[in-house]
């Protein structure tokens, strides 16, 4: 049986991914979507919950929202999204190139990476109860509004992602806290400002020590630096 070939074939099906197939589908190219995951990237997989305020067209609209509004546009358009395959080799066959995944190859004419920030691996503290308290209080990601409801939530971090964790959770959580270990945030600006005027507790030059807890977190350790 001949193997169907591609004009097209997209690796990572990511805001990045999602668009090249859709302006590839608009020239009438025969394109493949291939995914590690599910699609989406990581507004599906790390922060669902979080309010996207930069993207053209949305004032604000969750992530989990605009990822799947994202996919079902693909889908509305013909385009194949091969789900849970991994990129392993791309062969230069000198015409056209081999796609190989974990699960299958594929010929194409032209292969686009968007691959984005990749599959996200966490950068952990190593500090004492981290580990242990994994996904039972500790998380690496934007958490349901449901988990941070009428609970005392500590942010660690001074970048975007940190600030805008707080700003997500601040009218649903009981008290929120950034902890950063540096003077001053290193975030847009936008993001600083909204702490600013939000009921946010912020520690300068502090450090998260050590998670106690029993079955969950239940208290926090923070060193003021200074």
Do not use: W
Not at 84 to 93: P, Y
Not at 162 to 167: C, I, K, P, R, V
Not at 197 to 204: G, K, L, M, Y
């Amino acid at each position: 049986m001949k193997k169907t070939l591609y004009d097209v074939v997209i690796c990572g099906a990511g805001a990045g991914g999602l668009s090249a197939s859709i302006f590839c589908r608009m020239r009438n190219l025969k394109t493949l979507l291939i995914d590690h995951r599910q699609g989406g990237g990581q507004m599906l997989s790390t922060y669902p919950a979080k309010p996207v305020r930069d993207y053209p067209a949305y004032p604000e609209i969750p992530a989990r929202e605009l990822a799947l509004n994202m996919i079902r546009q693909t889908k509305s358009m013909g385009i194949k999204i091969s789900r849970n395959e991994k990129l392993q080799d791309i062969k230069n066959l000198e015409k056209n190139f081999s796609v190989l995944t974990t699960k299958n190859s594929y010929r194409t004419k032209t292969v686009i990476l968007a691959l984005g920030a990749g599959i996200f691996n966490p950068r952990k503290l190593d500090i004492i109860g981290e580990e242990g308290f994994c996904g039972k209080g500790v998380t690496y990601g934007l958490p349901s509004i449901k988990e941070v409801r009428e609970k005392n939530i500590i942010c660690v971090g001074g970048g975007n992602s940190s600030l805008e964790t707080a700003l997500t959770v601040v009218d649903f959580a009981d008290s929120v806290t950034i902890v950063h270990r540096n003077k001053s945030f290193e975030a847009y600006e936008f993001y600083i400002d909204s702490v600013k005027d939000a009921p946010v507790d912020v520690r300068f030059n502090s450090e998260l020590k050590e998670i106690l807890g029993d079955e969950t977190v239940k208290e926090a350790i923070i060193c003021d630096r200074k």
